[in-house]
């Protein structure tokens, strides 16, 4: 599971969850590994490995207090109480809550969006959102100037100055 976690934590491009239904634990976790989490509004949400006699495991010991803090980790983790989606929202263990039958349409939608972006960009950018949880501010704003002066050269960038100057959406390639 760690694996995985790590996988979908350190791909280029933003991981979009789609949560219907009930999802606990290592699924829990690994919905929060994604970028962006979108769940249906009758979606449930619990970490309920301490009433089973286990300490979490999946990532969910690192991403939790990360997300909602420590003291929020461990009240869901010590006390395995069920959330709804709105609760979850609330805590901001997810981005949207959205009818069960718009879920996929939702998703898609956050999907599409992205990919018309600056995709190298956005790529680069969850890099360095990702790093910043566990670097010092000095750190993180290095790898934002290193990566400023890589991105402001792409043809992605061009375009963005282009389109504002012709007063147009830009139409980005990913480059």
């Given at each position: 599971?760690?694996?995985?976690?790590?996988?979908?934590?350190?791909?280029?491009?933003?991981?979009?969850?789609?949560?219907?239904?009930?999802?606990?634990?290592?699924?829990?976790?690994?919905?929060?590994?994604?970028?962006?989490?979108?769940?249906?509004?009758?979606?449930?949400?619990?970490?309920?490995?301490?009433?089973?006699?286990?300490?979490?495991?999946?990532?969910?010991?690192?991403?939790?207090?990360?997300?909602?803090?420590?003291?929020?980790?461990?009240?869901l983790i010590f006390l395995g109480d069920e959330?709804?989606?709105?609760?979850?929202?609330?805590?901001g263990l997810v981005n949207r809550v959205v009818?069960?039958?718009?879920?996929?349409?939702?998703?898609?939608?956050?999907?599409?969006?992205?990919?018309?972006?600056?995709?190298?960009?956005?790529?680069?950018?969850?890099?360095?959102?990702?790093?910043?949880?566990?670097?010092?501010?000095?750190?993180?704003?290095?790898?934002?100037?290193?990566?400023?002066?890589?991105?402001?050269?792409?043809?992605?960038?061009?375009?963005?100055?282009?389109?504002?100057?012709?007063?147009?959406?830009?139409?980005y390639s990913g480059w």
């Amino acid at each position: 599971m760690q694996r995985l976690i790590t996988a979908v934590r350190d791909c280029e491009k933003p991981v979009i969850a789609a949560v219907n239904g009930s999802v606990k634990d290592a699924g829990l976790y690994l919905a929060l590994s994604c970028d962006l989490v979108v769940a249906a509004e009758d979606a449930r949400f619990a970490v309920t490995f301490i009433e089973r006699g286990f300490v979490p495991d999946g990532g969910g010991i690192y991403l939790l207090p990360r997300i909602v803090g420590l003291q929020r980790a461990k009240e869901l983790i010590f006390l395995g109480d069920e959330l709804t989606a709105s609760g979850a929202m609330a805590l901001g263990l997810v981005n949207r809550v959205v009818p069960a039958a718009s879920l996929e349409t939702s998703a898609r939608e956050l999907a599409d969006r992205l990919a018309k972006g600056p995709t190298k960009t956005i790529g680069l950018t969850k890099l360095l959102l990702n790093r910043s949880l566990d670097s010092d501010v000095a750190a993180a704003f290095r790898d934002e100037a290193a990566s400023q002066e890589m991105v402001v050269w792409t043809a992605d960038a061009s375009e963005s100055f282009r389109s504002r100057s012709e007063g147009r959406p830009p139409s980005y390639s990913g480059w």
